[in-house]
């Protein structure tokens, strides 16, 4: 079975710290994403990346860059924590042409 | 722009037989999905359709009217276990790969 892991499961953060989430995949695949979700808004896409080295912004990526160096981690990156990235973030990735995501297990992120 | 409108929560009793509607408005269509997300947990892939019909896998089923713009997610003899958020998602109409998803149906399974 792919595994996609994600370093934490929580983190606490202080505002304006930069923030770094991790997401490792296991399986080759190229298309990587990261989402947030939150209560009635769902999962926003901030960023995806269908190759290393190559980004692409989400329906949500201001406040956000990431990092992709190597196929198997997909960096998000929080320039500058604000409160209102409080949120459930979840990393997924997909091979081209298959039909369902996994998803890593989330990391919940507080910022205070 | 693309959208799906799924209810925001549905309770049924256990045993019972539950359907899970989802209506999406896309400028294209590729197939939609379902996944399953525990309160805590990781989203998780149930199914997937492309054409129109009934997809059986177990107690879960997957149906989709392309004509309609219309799918649904039926789960028999409910357990207690299948108490979570279920989402439907539609591809990106240009960017393969990409999701959106709508904003989930929380189902309560009572005893």
């Known amino acids: 079975d792919v595994k996609v892991t994600q370093s934490s499961r929580y983190l606490v953060k202080r505002t304006g710290e930069k923030v770094f989430l ?30 290393v080295k190559m980004k692409e912004k989400g329906d949500i990526p201001e406040g956000y860059s990431v990092s992709r160096e190597k196929k198997e981690r997909f960096s998000l990156i929080l ?24 998803f890593g297990s989330g990391t919940r992120l507080t910022v205070v | 722009g693309q959208s799906l409108e799924q209810p925001s929560e549905v309770t049924a009793v256990e045993g019972a037989i539950v359907q899970i509607n989802c209506t999406y408005q896309t400028s ?78 929380e189902l309560s399974v009572k005893p």
Request: with cysteine.
């Open chain 1, 22 to 51: 991790e997401c490792v995949q296991d399986m080759d695949h190229e298309n990587m994403f990261w989402y947030r979700q939150d209560p009635g808004l769902g999962l926003r896409l901030i960023y995806f990346s269908y190759d």
């Open chain 1, 79 to 102: 320039e500058s924590a604000s409160t209102n990235q409080t949120s459930m973030y979840l990393c997924a990735s997909i091979p081209p042409g298959a039909t369902g995501y996994t």
């Open chain 2, 28 to 105: 294209g269509f590729y197939g939609l999905s379902w996944y399953q997300q525990h309160d805590g947990g990781a989203p998780t892939f149930l199914s997937y359709n492309a054409l129109d019909g009934l997809e059986e896998t177990g107690r879960f089923s997957s149906f989709l009217s392309r004509s309609d713009s219309y799918g649904y997610l039926l789960l028999q003899e409910l357990q207690m276990k299948d108490s979570a958020s279920y989402f439907c998602a539609v591809p990106h109409h240009n960017q393969g790969g990409k999701l959106i998803f709508g904003q989930g149906t």
